[in-house]
């Protein structure tokens, strides 16, 4: 978890400082006129903000390092089923290693 | 946001198509991963280590690597980093702002399928949770930001590293990586019927020349950062 110091750091300062214009294809929607055929897309922390936090910006540095922490996490816990999956590791081996000859 | 398309941009047969191939490239991806973090052992070396014991007789069995448990914690802090520099929208002209995809930056640091599969994992926490590119669409998103950002990326960070330095093929990559996946974005959205294709693929591309110019910066500072650690 350490190494996620700085990615940390990058969201919550992100709910502070980021641009709040639209971006690329947002903002080419808007230009062009078909921005409304977008259907709000729903989910716990929809629209990077913590729902009972309101649109603040403390709610969205919340929302940001929540995020970060939920990305990192998939992979942890990809690490735990594939050592369940494919059993303990050993010691001498290495990634590509193929030591078939039984 | 950049890029990531919104549920009511395309239509079923757009959506559900992309859908079914990033579901078979991811597939495909995942399998290369898994072979990269595992090795085939020989049961007799098992059965020396003390496990299992009982199948001696079964020819080999996969495990877990050091390399590969390794290479696997560096995808989650990769992931961690990328979900958060999405975060950061940076202003890119009056009115647009622009954030970093990743794709380049996760493929040469990871390797292709490695970075593949973590700004598909990325973009599928950010559909779920967050309500950022469509559920629906998570499928156009992934063949645009995962299969062209990181898999095309890496493809043509390859081409370029064979005249150019390191780090000015993995700028020119990421350039580039993000106006083409700006433009596949503008065909499916221009086939799907929401809106011309004239009219959305310049539009797009202008805009993504831009945003790419940063992505281009910050993959270079992002690599030249982790040349010196360890992930």
């Given at each position: 978890m350490k190494?996620?110091?700085?990615?940390?750091?990058?969201?919550?300062?992100?709910?502070?400082?980021?641009?709040?214009?639209?971006d690329g294809l947002d903002s080419v929607a808007q230009t062009l006129g078909f921005a409304g055929k977008a259907r709000e897309g729903a989910g716990p922390l929809s629209g990077y903000h913590i729902p009972f936090l309101g649109e603040s910006k403390l709610s969205a540095a919340l929302a940001g390092i929540i995020g970060t922490i939920i990305a990192y996490c998939i992979f942890a816990a990809i690490i735990k089923i594939a050592k369940r999956h494919f059993g303990e590791k050993h010691e001498t081996l290495h990634s590509g290693a193929c030591a078939d000859n039984n | 946001m950049v890029m990531h398309i919104p549920d009511g941009f395309l239509d079923h047969k757009t959506s559900a198509g992309l859908m079914g191939a990033a579901a078979a490239i991811l597939g495909f991806s995942f399998a290369k991963?898994?072979?990269?973090?595992?090795?085939?052992?020989?049961?007799?070396?098992?059965?020396?280590?003390?496990?299992?014991?009982?199948?001696?007789?079964?020819?080999?069995?996969?495990?877990?690597?050091?390399?590969?448990?390794?290479?696997?914690?560096?995808?989650?802090?990769?992931?961690?980093?990328?979900?958060?520099?999405?975060?950061?929208?940076?202003?890119i002209s009056s009115g647009t702002s622009g954030h970093l995809l990743g794709g380049v930056f996760a493929a040469v640091l990871l390797g292709p399928f490695?970075?593949?599969?973590?700004?598909?994992?990325?973009?599928?926490?950010?559909?779920?949770?967050?309500?950022?590119?469509?559920?629906?669409?998570?499928?156009?998103?992934?063949?645009?930001?995962?299969?062209?950002?990181?898999?095309?990326?890496?493809?043509?960070?390859?081409?370029?590293?064979r005249f150019l330095s390191k780090m000015n093929s993995a700028a020119l990559?990421?350039?580039?990586?993000?106006?083409?996946?700006?433009?596949?974005?503008?065909?499916?959205i221009g086939y799907s019927g929401?809106?011309?294709?004239?009219?959305?693929?310049?539009?797009?591309?202008?805009?993504?020349?831009?945003?790419?110019?940063?992505?281009?910066?910050?993959?270079?500072?992002?690599?030249?950062?982790?040349?010196k650690r360890p992930l």
């Open positions: 190494k996620l110091f700085l990615p940390l750091s990058i969201a919550a300062l992100a709910g502070f400082f980021a641009s709040q214009k639209p | 991963v898994a072979s990269a973090v595992t090795a085939l052992v020989p049961q007799r070396v098992l059965a020396a280590a003390g496990n299992a014991l009982g199948n001696v007789q079964t020819a080999a069995k996969r495990v877990l690597t050091e390399d590969g448990e390794k290479k696997l914690r560096g995808m989650a802090v990769i992931a961690g980093w990328i979900f958060a520099a999405q975060t950061f929208n940076f202003p490695e970075g593949a599969t973590v700004i598909a994992a990325v973009l599928a926490v950010q559909a779920v949770f967050f309500g950022d590119g469509g559920k629906m669409a998570l499928g156009a998103n992934i063949i645009n930001m995962a299969v062209i950002g990181a898999l095309g990326g890496y493809a043509l960070f390859s081409g370029f590293n990559a990421a350039w580039a990586s993000v106006v083409i996946a700006a433009a596949a974005c503008s065909m499916e929401t809106i011309e294709f004239s009219k959305v693929f310049p539009a797009m591309v202008k805009t993504h020349c831009l945003i790419g110019i940063v992505e281009a910066f910050i993959t270079v500072a992002a690599l030249k950062y982790y040349e």
